[in-house]
């Protein structure tokens, strides 16, 4: 093979490689991604990280699986998964789950392949009405749907930072967690960009107004969680969820885009 050839390959590899993995929407996220790492690895090293998760809530006796609060919960999210295919098609096939762990934190994620966590903290300490919960979790749902978490570990992988995450998915189950957990802290748990927190807060907001939950939630859920932590260090949520008046800001702007969708969408008629 000519030095030519191989660059003309290896530009055309990675050309391939970026494309947006979502289709724009009412709020318009149409951004390249790159995406080096196979969504299926990600996704598989992500479920047995939150298996991981879930088995140490049990042990701890804090893994909530039934009762008013997770049924709530359970509604939401059933209203809201439906709407993720107005982004992509292939959502029908995710193995959807659900989580919630009763500790006072001010957290919840989508790990990648929608793996849902909540926290009864958040909920509790904010008091928050199902619109809010509705804005939360699309948020969420919005990171897995723009595969974020795997646009990172992509990042790492070209960086020679995770070099062979595909080592664990035929290997010991040990081996397995260890990878899982590391490609964890790249998908989930360190923060994400500005960019990729605009792009989760436009699709959140869509999908919520989508699922019959009033948009505006998203702007007084922000609000509720800048009253909360004024005076005091960053909560958990907060230090991967860049917040101020710039973000409330940017979802005033979004209104005009899914308020039409909120109004023709079915209405939900739980408590607020």
Known sequence: MSIRTFWILAVVALLSACASTTRSGAVGVNRSQFMMASSEEVNRLSAVSYNEQNKKAKEKNILVTSGPAYDRLKFIANR???????????????????????????????????????????????????????????????????????????????????????????GPYGSAVSAANQVAQYAIILPNSRENESEADAIGLELAARAGYNPMGAISVWQKMLKATKGSSSPEFLS??????TRIEQLTALMPAVEPLY????????TK
């Open 240 to 245: 991967t969820h860049p917040s101020g008046e």
């Open 263 to 270: 109004k023709v969408a079915p209405k939900p008629g739980l």
């Open 80 to 170: 809201l998964i439906p709407q993720t295919e107005a982004f992509r098609d292939d959502t029908k096939q995710w193995d959807w789950r659900l989580t919630l762990i009763d500790a006072p934190v001010l957290n919840a994620t989508c790990a990648p392949g929608g793996k849902i966590t909540f926290y009864t903290g958040i909920i509790e300490q904010l008091n928050l009405n199902d619109d809010e919960i509705a804005a939360i979790m699309g948020h969420e749902i919005a990171h897995a749907l723009r595969e974020h978490g795997r646009e990172r570990v992509s990042q790492a992988v070209a960086q020679n930072v995770l070099v062979n995450i595909a080592m664990a998915v035929a």
